[in-house]
């Protein structure tokens, strides 16, 4: 397992924590604009969770394809559970970084 | 609607060029999904379409491709494995499919190696390989006295009991002899060919009979019953397999036997395949029993543990107190245990060896000149594997894909060998003449395809390794760089050293077929010492009681040659109890009035005729000195005899041979005087050396042998001739058997039968070898000259002269030709002496065999040379020259 997560990738896999077997490409992007605020481009997206699921903690599998999509096949994206422990030992890290720190960082 | 939407997914999908097929496909759905949800959130065409295409541009800038998988756990290795696999054989056959003629070519030339190497498999397996199918048969043994010169000799009754009684290295032991019985009864008359063994034949080896009992030693002593026990063949063909046959009486040659036995359905006698049955030998200490009556063979099983040579050794050890006791009964040098199968196969053994190299080269070729091939195609696709190279393929994955690429070439031209090899076999077991033991063991079975098998994976890794080995060795962003030009030398040397190892293996071969063929030549260019064309020969028995004395069989003998002579279209006819070149011997120790010897053993032998007056007129044999046999010389008058010229010019040296006496057979046996000389005779095959031969009338002899060969002289064809020679025997006896009719011809052509086949077989693979190599130094010409195709360009633009490119392309492959004749010249100097026993006359350095063959291959080798210089010639210098 190659090092820690960047932040676009714990985003990435809380989104697809978030939407369970809903997550693809458009919902995760929704996901992340609507929580996160973060407008991404989809090629962004997409490199992301093609790296996540190089490093095996996530998987993907096609779905099928719908007449709004242009008769084009979904790309769904679900956590592996080496995903979700990369993702609790990267949020665990970040609490017990900004435990207590919080009124001190608000005020400046 | 549908053409602006048709429009924009073809640009999208441009845009999206760079993306994995499965993302393209789902982010390309995703914008179009975005974009209808825009839409029907009421968005403006353009702000949708601009907002669309902002997404298409940004996902295709900001994309950026995962990295490669990174190496796999444990459990998920098998499925990625198998994967990988299929990925590779989905390339290779894609590459096969865009190279048609590459892949035929390389897929028969395969098939042919293969298939013919597993069709030799397949002859050599029952033939060498595996053993009798007699229990323990590695411990059946004949045996055999050894001569002065080391050669084998069969066995004297008397020697065969002292040699077997209380020997410890044998557990059993039986002496056996050529039968020919004729049976009586319902039907035509039938020779059958029987064997005469004495009572432990069977436990020899190690197979009784299915129905009935074997023989016991009380009935094989002289003046027993006479039994017999039957092959499963003639029981169910003669008797209907009547279950109720123990017991049955069978007359054979006017004798009745009881029969005691049928052997199982699955037992064959190699020790004569042609034996129907078999009686006892019933001899004693008495007449045929003697010493120096050498006519039996001998088998034996071994006691466990013990080896041939160990038993040998023993034997060798009673056979010096025999030599000791009886001094005049013994010339040979002691004895000679050889294990059965050996023994049978000894004669052809040489040529099947002769036969299996020359397939072994024919694969070697075939191997080298799909490696060449494999070498051109990996030149063209140089690009490819620098590109694959370029986009993260390692070396392993490379040459990976060209061992799978290989491996599949090999499989497919592997299941075609199996075609040919299934052709091949057919082919080669209707050639029955070649009296190979056990040719109705040969077929393709569960070790012939494992064997093909064996053979296609080993050529598959061996041409697959060259290439995959280039391109694992060089580096490819170099190749990418070189462009076809230059630093290619590897390449080069080793393609060059293919075609030359090619060409000489082809020498080989040729060298082989073509001392094969010298030897043919020589040997139907023999004189056979009478005229063989319109000669039509026939074996005739005398059976039954009334025929029990020599005057009715003689007066037959003279009917019969009145009824014959008086067919239209015959033109003499004549009876010899042996038939030149028919496959019998009878051979007298001769006495010599003149110049007696003190030991007979040391007497000269010579094969003995008993023949009718008419015998050398009809058959063309020239006297001469002194005259032939006539018509008075008859029973009763002056005993006279007939010498060859090889015995008279051997026995009396400048003396004359006329007027001399000779007696045949013991001290007690009537003298005869030679009243002529006559040429030579090749009894026994064209290739064997003149022996001494003597003739005596028929009518003179005094013992009774029941007819024998006859031969008829006809003045035209003899189709058609048959009918009415046999309806006037028959008419005169109607129970004659009349046997083994062929013309003198194909007597003649079944004596040359063996050596006509393995020139035939040799002559084929040489004939594939030169072929092969011809395609493989045309391969590696055509390739060098497309690659020099500027450099030839220029040089005529230049001013060079069409002859002097001609010339050089002629020249580059000539040279290597001619490096693989000296080559091949010297291994066939080596390898000659593999061939020697299948020569006639000729030397395995002969060097008008060498000269002519490698003219050939030369002759050839410059016509595979022609096309690609021609084209080199007609390089034109405009093209290349636009080209730069």
Redesign the interface.
């Known amino acids: 397992m ?1 090092g820690t997560l960047g932040e676009l990738e714990q985003l990435v896999l809380l989104a697809l924590a978030r939407l369970g077997e809903h997550a ?3 919902s995760v ?1 929704e996901e992340l604009a609507r929580r996160a605020r973060r407008e991404l ?4 997206i ?2 992301t969770l ?2 996540l ?2 490093k095996r903690l996530i998987a ?1 599998h ?1 779905g099928d ?2 007449p ?3 008769g ?4 769904f994206y679900r956590l592996l559970p080496a995903g979700h422990r990369a993702l609790l030992a990267s949020l665990h890290a970040i609490e017990r970084m900004a435990a207590g720190l919080h009124p001190l960082l608000e005020r400046s | 609607m549908s053409r602006p939407e048709g429009l924009r997914d073809w640009l999208t999908t441009r845009l999206l060029a760079r993306l994995p097929l499965e993302d393209r496909e789902a982010l390309h759905g995703d914008l179009t999904e975005l974009h209808h949800q825009r839409t029907a959130a009421g968005s403006s065409a353009w702000t949708s379409r601009i907002e669309y295409w902002g997404g298409v541009v940004g996902a295709a800038m900001r994309y950026r491709r995962p990295p490669p998988i990174p190496a796999l756990s444990q459990p998920a290795r098998r499925p990625r494995l198998m994967e990988r696999l299929w990925t590779d054989l989905r390339v290779a056959l894609r590459g096969f499919r865009r190279a048609p003629l590459f892949t035929a070519l390389a897929a028969c030339t395969l098939a042919l190696g293969i298939g013919s190497t597993t069709a030799m498999f397949s002859v050599l397996n029952p033939v060498l390989l595996t053993p009798l199918p007699y229990p323990g048969a590695d411990r059946v043994v004949g045996v055999w006295e050894r001569e002065e010169d080391g050669s084998r000799s069969t066995i004297g009754y008397a020697t065969y009991r002292d040699l077997r009684s209380d020997s410890r290295s044998l557990a059993a032991a039986a002496a056996l002899g050529l039968g020919e019985v004729v049976l009586l009864g319902d039907g035509e008359p039938e020779r059958l060919t029987s064997l005469r063994v004495t009572a432990e034949y069977f436990q020899v080896l190690g197979v009784g009979p299915a129905i009935g009992r074997d023989f016991t030693p009380e009935e094989d002593i002289p003046g027993s019953a006479r039994v017999a026990i039957l092959s499963h063949g003639l029981w169910q063909r003669r008797f209907g397999g009547d279950p109720a046959i123990l017991g049955r009486t069978v007359v054979l040659s006017a004798i009745p036997f009881t029969i005691i036995g049928v052997m199982p359905a699955s037992f064959r006698d190699y020790l004569e395949p042609n034996a129907q049955l078999w009686t006892t030998l019933r001899y004693a200490d008495q007449g045929w029993a003697c010493r120096t009556c050498r006519h039996l063979r001998f088998v034996a099983r071994l006691a466990p543990d013990v080896a041939p040579l160990a038993a040998q050794r023993e034997l060798d050890l009673r056979f010096e107190q025999l030599q000791a006791s009886y001094p005049d009964d013994y010339a040979s040098a002691g004895t000679i245990v050889v294990p059965l199968q050996s023994q049978l196969t000894g004669d052809i053994r040489a040529a099947l060896l002769a036969i299996t190299v020359g397939v072994g080269f024919v694969l070697l070729i075939a191997v080298a000149n799909v490696m060449n091939l494999q070498l051109g195609r990996a030149l063209r696709r140089r690009r490819d594997f620098a590109i694959r190279g370029a986009l993260g393929a390692s070396r392993g994955q490379v040459m990976r894909q060209l061992l799978t690429e290989s491996l599949l070439l090999a499989l497919t031209g592997g299941a075609l060998g199996v075609l040919v090899a299934w052709g091949g076999i057919r082919l080669l077991t209707r050639l029955d003449r070649l009296s190979l033991p056990r040719l109705e063991a040969v077929h393709l079975d569960g070790s012939v395809l494992l064997f093909a098998v064996l053979v296609t994976l080993v050529t598959g890794v061996a041409f697959g390794m060259a290439p995959a080995w280039l391109a694992g060795r060089k580096d490819l962003h170099q190749l990418l760089k070189q462009d076809g030009r230059g630093g290619t030398a590897d390449r080069h040397r080793l393609r060059a050293g293919l075609v030359v190892a090619e060409v000489g293996l082809a020498l080989v071969l040729l060298v082989g077929a073509g001392l094969m063929f010298r030897s043919l030549t020589r040997l139907l260019s023999v004189e056979v010492g009478f005229q063989t064309d319109h000669l039509l020969t026939m074996e005739v028995r005398a059976i039954g009681e009334q025929y029990d004395s020599l005057a009715a069989v003689s007066l037959l003998a003279d009917r019969v040659i009145t009824a014959v002579e008086a067919l239209p279209g015959v033109e003499g006819t004549a009876w010899t109890s042996m038939l030149p070149l028919g496959g019998d011997f009878n051979r007298y120790g001769v006495q010599i009035a003149s110049r007696p010897v003190e030991n007979r053993s040391d007497a000269p032998s010579a094969d003995r005729y008993l023949v009718s007056p008419g015998y050398f007129s009809v058959m063309g044999i020239a006297v001469r000195q002194g005259r032939a046999f006539t018509p008075q010389d008859r029973a009763g008058g002056d005993r006279v005899a007939i010498v060859n010229h090889a015995f008279a010019s051997s026995h009396w040296a400048g003396r004359e041979a006329i007027g001399d006496r000779v007696q045949l057979g013991g001290a007690d046996d009537p003298w005869w005087t030679i009243v002529g000389v006559v040429d030579d005779v090749k009894h026994i095959g064209l290739d064997a050396p003149p022996v001494p031969q003597v003739y005596l009338p028929q009518s003179q002899w005094m013992y009774n042998e029941g007819l024998g060969g006859l031969v008829v002289r006809l003045t035209g064809d003899p189709a058609g001739m048959m009918a009415p020679l046999r309806q006037a025997i028959r008419a005169l006896e109607p129970n004659t058997p009349i046997t083994r009719v062929a013309t003198m011809e194909q007597l003649l052509a079944g004596s040359t039968a063996e050596r006509r086949y393995t020139l035939w077989l040799f002559g084929v693979f040489a004939g594939i070898a030169l072929l092969l190599a011809a395609a493989g130094i045309y391969g590696v010409l055509a390739n060098s000259v497309q690659e020099r195709t500027r450099e030839i360009g220029i040089r005529s633009a230049l001013g060079a002269a069409r002859g002097a490119i001609l010339g050089q392309v002629l020249g580059q492959g000539l040279r290597l030709a001619g490096l693989g004749v000296v080559l091949g010249g010297v291994v066939a100097l080596v390898l000659g002496r593999l061939v020697d026993g299948l020569l006639y006359e000729v030397e395995p350095g002969d060097p008008l065999t060498l000269v002519g063959v490698a003219m050939v291959l030369m002759a050839t080798a410059a016509g595979a040379c022609w096309a690609p210089a021609r084209r080199a010639a007609s390089v034109p210098p405009s093209e290349v020259l636009r080209e730069e």
């Not at chain 1, 084009?72 to 790309?75: D, E, L, P, T």
């Open positions: 190659s693809y490409g458009v992007r481009s989809l090629g962004t997409y490199t093609g790296r699921e190089a993907s096609l394809p719908t709004e999509r242009g084009r096949r979904k790309k």
